[in-house]
Structure formats: structure tokens, C-alpha cells
């Protein structure tokens, strides 16, 4: 009898499995599981949402497994002691699981190869986390990441479409192994965990006025991918394409599948070729475009390609997607400080705090208000490094997927001061905010100190007669808190920086590949930026108080 282990990490689905379609081809009997290992698993690095969204998309995973014969074994412990267990007490031949990116989980898997190549297990890893492999592109690319967006696309298209998804595992052939007691003796199973089980608790009480709840698994996923299809198909009708960052709807439920690909619980491949054939039924015509539909699946692409072998991408240091900055010290107590301000959504600038509350709350922004959140902590006001935004979406974001929340960080920072990116004043926390927002409907919703200030105020509560703050029972400096910069003044300040860094390092000759954009069109996509500023993107070097006359938030 030969036995198979499946070992789900982040595909958690059944569909378009390929490493598990291996698993039920070369074995008689299969073992299906999912393990906390103490490599890639701490409970401080998940905050609430993320960890509930994890354990329902397992609870979904397992209910079916459970309506095609078998059960997900969740468990906790050490991949390659469980697997020398389960060799010991019942065999083991084969272990199947889908590659991993993040170093970290490529660090756990060399382990667990070892293990099989020493003790003839034979494992089959397969690419399904991503429409390309990584490694594939980086060979195509000269043995280098494309550290451009529109470079990734070249050689994207010089390699072809991404595979089509597999089908499904035949479960008629498929007989699962049951674990014995003599093996789950030996290893920690969880039954039924929620995330207190892990010691995690609500940061803040669940706010019954937000509009949704995610909700992990599968089941979920395939549903929502229905919605979205449609959703996308109405914004063919109407001649345009990704219709929630042309009109980003900062009030509606989110249309956003992004958790679900992060966790697996949705095909990334699935979802490229639903889209592909909905353009080619709407429109009769060939695939649709890199640079339309798909775009916002390739750039997760893109930034997997950058980090798969740069062990360092989630931090400044040696890390060559981009260059290191003397950011302000968080140590200083004024710096720290600013930072616990950003964190809490208490800086002063309802914006600002509506998108970080936002984020404490449901787990969950519309990308182009992360890119305002990022833009205040790093460039554009309160001038502290990218890392430190990373680390805090990645434990508190529900779609923070490594690669991709540092690739991002990397990008809206301008941690590369490319001139492109030099428009901290476009990203003005009461301008953009009002260009999103103009009722301020969001504010509202989420600061909730505000909900009767006066419009006019809204954005700008410091200006706020004395007389109407009582009136309307929100006193600035007590019931809300005083802005805690002056973003012209502090903007203006971190422009001058910007300059004197680019200047210094093209003095030095300092040739350094980093992430950069690829032009203007794509800046202004990406950060959502209007048609003012993108006309004063270059502004000139010698006279930057003309640019910032032009760029004046009011």
C-alpha cells in the first residue's frame, strides 16, 4: 500500500490542485493536512481578522474533504517530525504540496526535502500559487528579476499565457487514510480551533455598523467569484475595464478577491482565464490585454518575481529592490510617538484615521486609501520607513500577502527617489481624501467624533471655529485629536530630503537595480493620481517653490 500526504499551506482549496491531483495519481491512500509549524507561524504576527479568515477557510476546507470521504488533520509542530512519524507508525511514499515563495517557507521546505531524500519519500512540489513560476520568468529575464513592471510583462509574453487550471481530483478513486491513535498520540491536533485558542483577541470591539464581514474558504470564494465576473462583465457593457480603480467605491462591500488568493482559497490561475474568457465572449475578440483586466494579477506576479530569491525584501537592508534611507528614527520618543499615532488613526487628519480604523476593524482598505496611508507614514508627512508600515499591515491586513505588501510599500515610498514618484503633495491626506470621499460618508463611518461636524470641516477639523466644535460636541484637542504635522510644511521638508538624496547618490555614481515604475501612466494608475499632477511629475530642480505652488493641497 503506498500512502500519499498532501500538505496544504497556502492553496487551501480543492479546485485546481495540482499538487494534490499528484498526490491521488501515485499513491492508494491519502492523508490531507494543514500544520502550524513553528517556522513559519508565531501567534504576534497575526492580528484578529487575518487569524479567523485562516481558520474558517480551514473549517471550509475540511467540511469538503468531509463530503468527499475524508478530513483535514490540523496540527501543530514540526513538518518534518510529523512526517517521521507518520513514516514510522503507518508508511509514508509520498508528500505533495505547492510551492512556496516567501523565503521563509522555502527555508521549511529544503527541510522537509531533506527529510524525503533521506529517507525515500519521493515529493512532489507544484506552481499553482502563481499564474507564472517566478523562477521561470528570473531565467527568461537573464537570471535577474525585472525590476520594472512593463519589463515583467515583456518577458511574461515571451514565455506565453499562464497554464490553464487542472481539473478536479476524481474522488470516486480516492480512499483516505485515517491517522491512528498511535499517531495522534504522538503529535498536537487541533480540533475545531478559533483564534483564541492561539491567544489572539478582537483589538478593538466589532463594529456592527461596517457593512461586511469576510468570510474564509473556498466556498466563499467560488461565490464571490461569480459576483465579481459579473461585475466585470457590466464594466465591459460600459466600455471600461477594472471599474473599481477607475471609480474607486470606498463605501460599498468590496469587490476585492485578494484575501482569497493570498490564502488559496480561489485559483489565481481560475480567476486570470474566467476573465480572459468573459473579455473574449463580451467582445469576440482575442485575450484581453496584460495591461487591462489581468493587470492587477500580474503586478502579484510581479512582486513574488522580485522577492522569490531576495531573502531580505521585507526589510531596507541588502535588499536590492531598493535603496537604503535614512528614515527617522522610531527610537526617538517624538518618532515613536508619530508612529503609535499613525497606527491608532489618531493623527489628526480624518482621512488618514478613517483608513487605519478602517484596517484595525475589519481587517480590510481599498488599495488607493493604502496608498494614502502609506504616503503619510513614509514620503509624504511623517517621514518613517517602509518597514514599519509592513510590519503593521502584515499582521492586522487580511490580504497582506508578503511579496506583495512589501512590493507595494517598496513602490508608494518612493524608497527608490525616482523622480516619477516625486509628488508627496498629489497625496495631500484632505485633497485625495476629498477626491475619494467628497461627502465624506467614510470619515463618518469610521470616525465617528466627526459625524456631525460641519462639511466644510470635515477634511479639516483644526479650522473649526471653537464656538461650532461645542456646538456640535467634538472638541478638537480632547474629543478628537490636533493634527499631528503640518503636511505642506512637513511635505515640502521631505521633497528637499528626496532631492538632496537623488543628487547625492547620481554624485556617487550609484547604480543600484531596484523596483521602480515604469512611466507616468503607470504612476498615476497606481497611485490614483489626477491629471494635474502627472503634468508636473518632473517639476524643475532648480526652483521647487514654483512646483510647490502648483502642487498647493487648497
Known amino acids: 500500500m503506498t500512502i500519499a500526504v498532501h500538505w496544504f499551506r497556502n492553496g487551501l482549496r480543492l479546485h485546481d490542485n495540482p499538487a494534490m491531483i499528484e498526490a491521488q495519481k501515485n499513491a492508494e491512500n491519502l492523508i490531507t493536512l494543514f500544520i502550524f509549524d513553528e517556522t513559519t507561524f508565531n501567534a504576534k504576527w497575526y492580528g484578529y481578522n487575518p487569524m479567523r479568515f485562516l481558520l474558517e477557510s480551514l473549517k471550509d476546507l475540511n467540511k469538503n474533504l468531509t463530503l468527499a470521504g475524508g478530513c483535514l488533520y490540523i496540527l501543530q509542530g514540526n513538518p518534518v517530525n510529523i512526517f517521521k512519524i507518520i513514516k514510522e507508525k503507518i508508511g509514508l511514499n ?75 481530483v476524481d474522488w470516486l478513486s480516492v480512499i483516505f487514510e485515517e491517522l491512528p491513535a498511535s499517531v495522534l498520540d504522538e503529535i498536537k491536533v487541533l480540533h475545531n480551533p478559533t483564534p483564541e485558542t492561539f491567544g489572539i483577541y478582537p483589538e478593538v470591539p466589532e463594529n456592527l455598523t461596517s457593512p461586511y ?32 480603480q477607475v471609480n474607486p467605491d470606498l463605501l ?4 476585492s478577491l485578494s484575501t482569497a488568493l493570498r490564502y488559496g482559497c480561489l485559483s489565481i490561475r481560475k480567476f486570470h482565464w474566467e476573465l480572459s474568457k ?42 536590492p529592490a531598493c535603496i537604503s534611507i535614512p528614515w527617522n528614527d522610531v527610537k526617538i520618543p517624538e518618532n515613536k510617538k508619530m508612529l503609535e499615532c499613525w497606527k491608532a488613526g489618531k493623527t489628526g487628519y480624518p482621512f488618514i484615521d478613517a483608513g ?46 508578503f511579496s506583495v505588501c512589501a512590493g507595494n510599500w517598496i513602490w508608494v515610498s ?11 503633495l498629489c497625496v495631500c491626506p484632505v485633497s485625495y481624501g476629498l477626491r475619494l470621499d467628497p461627502s465624506g460618508e467614510y470619515i463618518k463611518r469610521y470616525v465617528p467624533e466627526l459625524k456631525n461636524m460641519p462639511a466644510q470641516y470635515l477634511y479639516e477639523p483644526w479650522k473649526c471655529p471653537e464656538s461650532v466644535q461645542k ?13 499631528i504635522v503640518d503636511h505642506t510644511i512637513a511635505s515640502r521638508g521631505n521633497r528637499k530630503k528626496m532631492l538632496a538624496l537623488r543628487v547625492s547618490m547620481t ?20 497611485m490614483y493620481l489626477p491629471d494635474e499632477c502627472i503634468q508636473q511629475l518632473l517639476p524643475l530642480e532648480n526652483n521647487d517653490s514654483e512646483a510647490y505652488d502648483f502642487y498647493k493641497c487648497h
Open 94 to 168: 509520498f508528500i505533495t504540496f505547492e510551492q512556496d515563495c516567501g523565503h521563509i517557507g522555502r527555508k521549511r521546505d529544503e527541510k522537509v526535502k531533506t527529510f524525503c531524500n533521506e529517507n525515500d519519500v519521493k515529493y512532489i512540489e507544484k506552481v499553482s500559487h502563481t499564474l507564472w513560476n517566478p523562477k521561470t520568468i528570473i531565467e527568461k529575464n537573464g537570471g535577474v528579476p525585472p525590476f520594472t513592471f512593463k519589463q515583467f510583462q515583456n518577458t511574461a509574453n515571451q514565455i506565453g499565457h499562464p497554464p490553464i487550471p487542472v481539473g478536479n
Open 213 to 244: 464581514r469576510w468570510y474564509g474558504g473556498e466556498t466563499r470564494a467560488l461565490e464571490q467569484l461569480k459576483e465579481r465576473l459579473e461585475y466585470e462583465r457590466e464594466a465591459f457593457v460600459n466600455g471600461f475595464y477594472l471599474p473599481n
Open 252 to 255: 460599498s462591500p468590496p469587490s
Open 278 to 319: 468573459l473579455f473574449i465572449k463580451q467582445f469576440e475578440g482575442d485575450l484581453l490585454p496584460q495591461y487591462s483586466v489581468t493587470s492587477q494579477l500580474i503586478w502579484r506576479d510581479y512582486f513574488y518575481t522580485m522577492s522569490i530569491d531576495n531573502k531580505n525584501f521585507g526589510q531596507m537592508e541588502d535588499n
Open 356 to 401: 487605519m480604523r478602517q484596517l484595525m476593524q475589519e481587517g480590510w482598505v481599498h488599495h488607493v486609501v493604502r496608498n494614502s496611508l502609506a504616503s503619510f507614514l513614509t514620503r509624504g508627512d511623517l517621514w518613517i520607513s517602509w518597514v514599519e508600515g509592513l510590519n503593521h499591515f502584515m499582521k492586522y491586513l487580511l490580504d497582506a500577502d
Open 414 to 424: 518612493s524608497s527608490t527617489f525616482e523622480q516619477l514618484l516625486d509628488c508627496p
Open 471 to 483: 456646538q456640535v460636541g467634538c472638541i478638537i484637542g480632547k474629543d478628537y485629536p490636533n493634527r
Open 507 to 526: 554624485n556617487d555614481n550609484m547604480q543600484v537595480p531596484h523596483c521602480c515604475p515604469s512611466d507616468r501612466e503607470e504612476v498615476q494608475k497606481f
